[in-house]
T-cell receptor, first 115, second 114 residues
């Protein structure tokens, strides 16, 4: 069973629109971490955020915000006022205490921001 | 600047050849990882190493080999036993274990079999 689901394969938005990327995870651990990474066309994964399972406080960083809800096992990522430079593949990932040497990546969501 | 370097950026392999992908980090990280990415898919773990002279198989280790003789270096060899090696390969490192620490990635190597 897929542990990290990103149901949106591809999303296209017009510049300046807001966009939310969904991430649903599955774990039996009570202690775990969630991550978001950005992969621009150059290929390198860029770390965006890490959140532990005990911290459900939403976070905002500039135009980026994250909504962590344990009740629905979701860790959604919103980009406000999208820009062309936001065009990339975004990966949600999970690390669990029970498999402490591995990070499980979702399949990614490809975001295209059209000028 | 601290970071992770991978070379070469592009690599072409003929059938039956072994090739080695380089990964070097100057972040003083203990743990290093190799991932494979196929088009439209997420990352799959090939091998990882928590400490020098020790490494563990990931989810898709068959056809690959690694070494960890130095803390800074974690080369990956794609052997002729890997039947479908064409993919994008990413190296990552973290201070400690993947569970507790953020992984940082190199720029990747794109391998194509001719």
């Amino acid at each position: 069973a897929q542990k990290v689901t990103q149901a949106q394969t591809e999303i296209s938005v017009v510049e300046k629109e807001d966009v939310t990327l969904d991430c649903v995870y599955e774990t039996r651990d009570t202690t775990y971490y969630l991550f978001w990474y950005k992969q621009p066309p150059s290929g390198e994964l860029v770390f965006l955020i890490r959140r532990n399972s005990f911290d459900e406080q939403n976070e905002i960083s500039g135009r980026y915000s994250w909504n962590f809800q344990k009740s629905t096992s979701s860790f959604n990522f919103t980009i406000t006022a999208s820009q062309v430079v936001d065009s990339a593949v975004y990966f949600c990932a999970l690390s669990e205490r029970s498999s402490y040497d591995k990070v499980i990546f979702g399949p990614g969501t490809s975001l295209s921001v059209i000028p | 600047d601290g970071g992770i370097t991978q070379s070469p950026k592009y690599l072409f392999r003929k059938e039956g050849q072994n090739v080695t992908l380089s990964c070097e980090q100057n972040l003083n990280h203990d743990a290093m990882y190799w991932y494979r990415q196929d088009p439209g898919q997420g990352l799959r773990l090939i091998y990882y190493s928590q400490i020098v002279n020790d490494f563990q198989k990931g989810d898709i280790a068959e056809g690959y080999s690694v070494s960890r003789e130095k803390k800074e270096s974690f080369p990956l060899t794609v052997t002729s036993a890997q039947k479908n090696p064409t993919a994008f390969y990413l190296c990552a490192s973290s201070t400690d274990r993947a569970y507790t620490d953020t992984q940082y990635f190199g720029p990747g190597t794109r391998l194509t079999v001719l």
